[in-house]
């Protein structure tokens, strides 16, 4: 009675198929069984149809993607980047300013000195005078161009009456006459003043802000 | 490509030895091999790092960057689906190597090494990604939804170049087909299945590379093939 042997299992064709790939001996039996057997024989064959062809479209691919040419301009690219390798790091100029290759002895001129002191100068005077400026526009009660005026109109009038013979100097100017605050007082109360007849009498009993003010002074 | 970034296993250390830490276990040296070529190379390059020798060590750190291009590739295509990406993952991945040179150990493969970086950087470019993508919705990939879209489209740049339409489209939908079958993989087979069958490595290697050992490497890899078999249309 023969015993048949049993069929080879996958991972047995397998391992034949990559030893065999790698030109490494295959496992003596199952060598031997695949002579032997048919059916392990075709399953063999089939399986290294498969992987093979998986291997030939691999290889296919690169070969298309990678020609002679590409595989040497990758060998120079390697070299060329292996040259950077051991070196140390070089440091990049910052884009506008002198390398320091290029860089010469700093020698700066008596004419770049005197117009950094001018700019320099300029930006003080600049400073001190926006600040203050700002100051005196801060102080309350300040009016520089109030004071300013009602000085030039009491000078004015001061130089006429001077001027005028004697005779005539008892006589006053308009501009003495007339104070101009008193003047703008009295106009404006007389604007402000209500003219409906049933609000006057309230008018009268409420504190307006020049009376205030009149008071004040 | 997926939004998901499963592939977790070799992110903890960009540059260190294989031995560095992991979250499952500490790598185990695959046992004593002689050194292969490009190990001893790769020793020799350190030792004139050591000496200052840096021309000399560019010079022939070249013969590595020529030896090991191809497959980097292959595997960064694979992990990123972008060429301009994947082409930069390179060669940052050598630019890494270099720079660590005098980290490397002899005792592992100088490729179990290098890959292990490149992978890394690789998950970290597709973390950034998927960061970047929360945000930014690509003008000419509008037209397109979904996960379609994002499989397509980093592909599309070298199947335009063919000049059959038919056969664009074909190839077309059979790279969207497999990125959205490899997409679905766990993200540990999904690591074992690209460094094996992309990156050629062996399951020993792969064991080294992510801290697993090679029996489970095994079963992550026959896993991750019968699950794309039926993804794509096969018998499982």
């Known amino acids: 009675m023969i015993v048949r042997a049993p069929h080879l299992q996958d991972d047995v064709l ?29 399953r063999y064959a089939d399986v290294g149809a498969f992987l093979t062809t998986l291997s ?15 595989l040497r301009q990758q060998q120079q690219d390697i070299a060329k980047r292996l040259e950077l390798v051991g070196r140390a790091a070089r440091v990049i100029t910052f884009p506008g300013r002198r390398s320091v290759a290029m860089a010469q002895p700093i020698r700066t001129s008596r004419t770049r000195i005197t117009t950094r002191w001018i700019a320099a100068a300029a930006a003080a005077g600049l400073f001190v005078g926006v600040a203050a400026g700002t100051f005196f526009n801060f102080v309350p009660g300040f009016d520089f161009s109030s004071h300013a005026r009602r000085a030039g109109i009491a000078a004015g009038a001061r130089q006429v009456s001077q001027s005028l013979p004697s005779h005539l100097s008892p006589v006053k100017t308009a501009v003495e006459i007339v104070d101009p605050d008193k003047f703008m007082s009295d106009l404006e109360s007389v604007l402000d003043r209500p003219h409906t007849s049933e609000l006057i009498a309230f008018d009268a009993l409420t504190p307006h802000m020049r009376e205030v003010r009149d008071f004040a002074r | 490509m997926s939004t998901e970034v499963r592939s ?14 992991l979250p499952d276990a500490a790598p185990r040296r695959p046992g004593s091999v002689p050194l292969s070529d490009d190990s001893r190379l790769a020793v020799e390059i350190r030792e004139l790092v050591e000496r200052g020798e840096m021309d ?12 090991h291009q191809r497959r980097a590739l292959r595997i960064a295509f694979q992990y990123l689906r972008d060429a301009a990406e994947a082409d930069e993952a390179v060669q940052d991945a050598f630019v890494k190597v270099f720079s660590h040179i005098g980290s490397y150990r002899e005792a592992w493969p100088f490729e179990v090494w290098f890959t292990r970086i490149l992978i890394n950087g690789c998950l970290d470019r597709r973390k950034a990604r ?36 038919e056969a ?14 490899i997409d679905r993989l766990e993200g540990r ?3 074992v299945f ?23 490497v095994r079963v992550h890899l026959f896993r991750a093939a019968r699950k794309l078999r039926t993804l794509l249309g096969g018998q499982p």
């Open chain 2, 56 to 67: 000399e060590a560019r010079e022939r750190f070249g013969g590595l960057v020529a030896a």
């Open chain 1, 56 to 70: 030939v479209d691999a290889e296919n691919d690169v070969d298309a993607l990678f020609p002679p040419e590409r």
């Open chain 2, 189 to 191: 087979q999904r690591t």
């Open chain 2, 8 to 21: 977790q296993t070799v992110t903890t250390s960009v540059v260190s030895a294989p031995a560095g830490p």
């Open chain 2, 130 to 165: 998927v960061r970047r993508d929360r945000w930014i919705v690509p003008a000419d990939d509008v037209a397109l939804a979904g996960h379609e879209r994002r499989v397509l489209a980093p592909g599309h740049q070298h199947v335009s170049m063919q000049a059959d339409p």
């Open chain 1, 14 to 42: 397998y391992d034949c198929y990559y030893a065999e790939r790698r030109g490494e001996p295959v496992d003596p039996p199952s060598a031997e069984h695949l002579v032997d057997c048919e059916t392990c024989a075709r």
């Open chain 2, 194 to 216: 690209m460094l094996c069958h992309y990156g050629d490595c062996t399951p020993r290697e792969v064991g080294a590379m992510i801290g697993l050992n090679e029996s489970t």
């Open chain 2, 168 to 181: 664009r489209l074909l190839a077309r939908e059979r790279q969207a087909r497999m990125t959205a079958a």
